[in-house]
């Protein structure tokens, strides 16, 4: 509800034409426009970062829903029993975005009294997901436990994409995906399993090309579109 565009109007003066977007409608935009997903008007971007959201393109055209928060996949529902952590960020980001990852490996370490890992020399606050990536990578069980859950989680998360919207791609996007590229094979996996069988043979699941710009280059791309 923050009155962004009259307050850059005042600043910049009434002349200029300002566009306001999601993070997430540019990234799908800029991927489709100058990225991985170039020419395809059937895509959704996945950003999995300190939240989860999702791009959604269909013939071409952001979905937005009735109150423009259509893509909020934080709170696809993955899991049961409900827990009242996911009252302010969803079921699927509390478990699987870069902050559920973190707060993930906590919760085991709090509960794990014979663990000795690489985590155990850091103090919870410093605990982030690229410490449980850097501790995955040299072999660690409970960054292990923490990553095999998030494939699973985006693996579902996929799979209900796919099976809603049968788009062409999927592009995987966000910080955590510049750590978690080469996972892509086992996400592939896991969203098979579950996803409707003819339109998980016709997805192509990829990582972003443009990363940390994807979003810059569908502002821009909608600063074009507005000038024309």
């Not at 071409?60 to 709170?75: E, L, P, S």
């Amino acid at each position: 509800d923050y009155p962004l565009i009259e307050e850059l109007l005042q600043e910049l003066g009434s002349h200029w034409s300002i566009v306001v977007d999601s993070d997430r409608a540019c990234s799908v935009l800029g991927e489709e426009w100058q990225g991985r997903a170039r020419g395809c008007s059937d895509v959704i971007f996945l950003a999995v970062g300190t939240g989860i959201g999702a791009g959604i393109l269909v013939d071409g055209r952001v979905v937005r829903g009735v109150g423009d928060a259509a893509g909020a996949i934080g709170w696809l529902a993955l899991d049961r029993p409900y827990r009242t952590e996911y009252d302010d960020c969803g079921c699927f980001e509390y478990h699987a975005s870069g902050a559920g990852m973190a707060k993930v490996a906590r919760e085991i370490l709090d509960s794990t009294e014979d663990y000795n890992g690489a985590l155990t020399k850091l103090e919870r606050a410093a605990i982030t997901a690229e410490t449980v990536f850097a501790a995955y990578s040299s072999g660690d069980p409970v960054a292990a436990r923490v990553i095999d859950d998030c494939i699973v989680f985006w693996g579902m998360a996929v799979a209900n994409l796919v099976s809603l919207f049968n788009p062409a791609m999927i592009v995987f996007g966000g910080g955590v995906f510049e750590s978690a590229a080469g996972l892509l094979p086992r996400i592939k996996a896991e969203a098979r399993r579950w996803a409707q069988p003819i339109s998980i043979d016709q997805v192509t699941i990829e990582v972003s090309q443009l990363g940390p710009d994807a979003g810059l280059y569908g502002a821009a791309r909608l600063a074009l579109r507005e000038g024309t």
